[in-house]
């Protein structure tokens, strides 16, 4: 399988939230979009987010605890051996393999 990644490390003694909007153009068993945090599998979309002839930007929202954590978005493939027969994927319906990821941002809590 392949993998396109970005990688956030962000230090914050008391957390916050990562936010960003999205489109996806991914399917299964061809690719799909995941969020990890230190590792962890914490968000995984493997489908368009087309509807009805409509492109929208999806937004996406996730509580990050204080520390120092690593945050990682990736676009991932599926090996050909669960399924990824690229040879038969109409791009129409299964999508192009692109993600758009736009206003990234990290907003810390800031109570006292």
Do not use: C, H
Not at 94 to 104: A, C, E, K, Q, R
Request: aromatic share 14%; hydrophobic share 35%.
């Amino acid at each position: 399988s392949k993998s396109s990644d970005i990688s956030l490390q962000v230090d914050s003694s008391r957390g916050g939230f990562l936010e960003f909007y999205y489109k996806a153009d991914v399917s299964w068993p061809y690719d799909r979009l995941v969020v990890r945090l230190n590792g962890a599998e914490k968000f995984a979309r493997t489908s368009v987010t087309r509807s009805n002839g409509r492109d929208p930007w999806v937004k996406f929202l996730m509580a990050v605890p204080g520390d120092v954590v690593q945050i990682t978005i990736s676009v991932e493939s599926y090996p050909a051996s669960e399924g990824g027969d690229y040879s038969a994927r109409d791009a129409g319906k299964d999508g192009t393999g692109f993600v758009y990821i736009d206003d990234l941002t990290f907003t810390a809590f800031n109570w006292r």
